[in-house]
Nanobody
């Protein structure tokens, strides 16, 4: 049974930064793909960033150059560093893992970018 818990969300002004963290209950970060998704009200869930078992990262065009995904395998933790935040980045952010072909998600953490 794999569980994920996100933290680090909150209210930030445009141009500011936040760092989201995701703690995974199993030692699988080096074995599969981890990802951050986000969902705003009335919109579909979209991929923000992912990192493979080989530590290769991928980013949505909207966040390239501003966001960074990383992991600390020994701590069973995945993070998302978000810089130069924009109001359109406001959403609930979810951490997910591909567990034997089935995606498992955390409960999400709210990010609000506003003046």
């Amino acid at each position: 049974q794999v569980q994920l818990v996100e933290s680090g969300g909150g209210l930030v002004q445009p141009g500011g930064s936040l760092r989201l963290s995701c703690v995974v209950s199993a030692n699988i970060l080096s074995l599969t793909t981890m990802a951050w998704y986000r969902q705003a009200p009335g919109k579909q869930r979209e991929l923000v960033a992912s990192i493979t078992a080989g530590a290769v990262s991928n980013y949505a065009d909207a966040v390239k150059g501003r966001f960074t995904i990383g992991r600390v395998v020994a701590r069973k933790s995945v993070y998302l560093q978000m810089n130069s935040l924009k109001p359109e980045d406001s959403a609930v952010y979810y951490c997910g893992v591909d567990h034997n072909g089935n995606w498992v998600w955390g409960r999400g953490t709210q990010v609000t970018v506003s003046s």
